[in-house]
């Protein structure tokens, strides 16, 4: 092995130690996997689900738990999609899967006019019919390949676009309480998962679908990310920190917090800080 060979290879090793103890954290935060569950493992055909699905076997044969995989891809009917790449490539690597077949392409593509973006009803024809076949096959868990700037940017998404202060869980259960999400790569960089999946080699299917149309608002919030991300390192890492950090005292919304039954109690005798003023914290740093 050459030189070049020996550092490429040392760089993978360290990659993969990185995303394995990332999902393994998000996995142990949120309680996301228990012992005897059935992982439906949603694969697009992408490379964050393809990450996703190797990361969960490696960690399926050291984990303290066990719980089963199968790998599930919702053929959509797309024009030209290529129906045996992902079958030949689970079979490959000897996984359990099952292709399931519904014309949402045709759904969309009828409903939605031309140059109007077409991912919201998408996703919710697809997420209607992943919900449907984990029910009728005893799924426990389903596995989503959603990263951490996935959930930056549809917070940034909700504040911008919705008014609201909202983001994308890594657990969620579904509103007819059947069904439990969840996103293992939570706490992934999507940049590692972007050099993961060019090591592991992938058969990446494009999405023909959405994945063409220009100027989506996801789109505009990647290129912010991404900018800020290379004028400001780090900053990415500080607005996650700060989605797990969230002081509901400090916000506007009573609904979460009992601004009205705010009372002064004449008994407490506490030392005053510049901390108690709201949005003064910064003073003290």
Not at 48 to 76: G, R, W
Not at 164 to 175: E, V
Not at 248 to 256: A, C, F
Request: glycine share 6%; with cysteine.
């Amino acid at each position: 092995m050459s030189n070049q060979e020996q550092k490429s290879r040392t760089q993978f090793n360290k990659l993969q130690k990185r995303l394995r103890r990332s999902v393994g954290e998000a996995i142990a935060d949120f309680n996301m996997i228990e012992h005897g569950d059935k992982v439906m493992v949603c694969l697009s055909g992408g490379k964050d689900s393809y990450t996703m699905l190797d990361i969960l076997l490696n960690l399926q044969k050291t984990a303290p738990v066990d719980f089963e995989i199968i790998a599930v891809n919702l053929d959509q009917k797309q024009p030209g999609f290529p129906e045996h790449v992902l079958p030949e490539y689970l079979t490959s690597i000897g996984v359990p899967f099952h292709i399931i077949e519904h014309d949402t392409y045709s759904i969309v593509k009828r409903i939605i006019p031309e140059g109007k973006t077409t991912c919201s009803l998408c996703s919710r024809l697809r997420r209607g019919t992943l919900y449907g076949f984990a029910k009728e096959h005893k799924v426990t868990k389903i596995a989503l390949g959603h990263h951490r700037e996935d959930i930056i940017e549809t917070f940034f998404l909700n504040m911008f676009y919705a008014g609201k202060l909202k983001a994308m869980p890594p657990k969620l259960l579904s509103d007819d309480k059947q069904n439990i999400v969840i996103r293992p790569l939570a706490y992934c960089r999507e940049k590692d998962i972007n050099r993961f999946a060019a090591f592991k080699q992938f058969p990446i299917i494009p999405c023909n679908l959405c994945g063409s149309q220009e100027n989506l608002q996801r789109k505009a919030m990647k290129q912010m990310l991404a900018g800020w991300d290379k004028q400001f390192p780090g900053r990415l890492e500080t607005i996650f920190s700060s989605l797990q950090n969230i002081a509901p005292s400090q916000m506007l919304d009573p609904g979460l917090f009992d601004f009205a039954g705010l009372r002064i109690d004449p008994d407490a005798n506490l030392p005053r800080t510049v901390s108690d003023e709201p949005g003064l914290d910064i003073l003290e740093r």
